[in-house]
């Protein structure tokens, strides 16, 4: 069983400056309240099979995920799958582009497993709406960066 967050918002720039800017993770700290560092390749927009190390604190949690790029359809479509350092465990997050009027309609969808009773109970009770609302915060704060600096 896995939780799907999707948020979707409209960015005030063109679609290849939105695709490079997220799919470059060194830009992640700056707007993602859930990336606290990155190492690794996170000078550039990372193509498949390449691989960052991030830093993270989800819903309380803390720990580092390695991140390889699994999907990428520049500037329309770039996906990553997350193994958490130390448990295996992890999610994906995928980037969805489209032009819309002149500016960028951005989706990013994040999803990770549920795995047995005890975390579906947590999930549901105060993990999802945790990561929700950081997720949210993140595209608007993404919004804000690519549209108040360019």
């Known amino acids: 069983m896995a939780t799907s967050i999707r948020n ?3 960015i005030d720039r063109p679609i290849a ?32 099979g ?8 989800v819903a309380g949690r803390q720990g580092q995920v390695v991140w ?3 999907e990428r359809e520049a500037p329309r479509r770039w996906v990553i799958e997350g193994r958490i350092v130390g448990r295996g465990a992890g999610g994906n997050v995928a980037y969805t582009l489209s032009p819309h ?4 309609r951005f989706e990013r969808e994040f ?3 549920t795995p047995g009773l005890w975390f579906t109970l947590l999930n549901a009770l105060l993990f999802r709406r945790r990561i929700a609302a950081e ?6 704060r993404l919004k804000r960066v690519l549209e108040e600096e360019h």
């Open 135 to 140: 997720s949210a915060e993140a595209v608007r």
């Open 68 to 70: 390889t790029v699994t």
């Open 17 to 48: 400056e939105v695709f490079d800017y997220v799919s470059t993770p060194g830009n992640w700290p700056r707007w993602h309240p859930s990336s606290l560092a990155v190492s690794g390749a996170t000078d550039h927009s990372l193509e498949v």
């Open 50 to 57: 390449e691989e960052v190390t991030e830093e993270y604190l």
């Open 8 to 10: 979707t918002i409209i």
């Open 111 to 113: 999803r990770y497993p």
């Open 101 to 104: 009027d002149g500016d960028t």
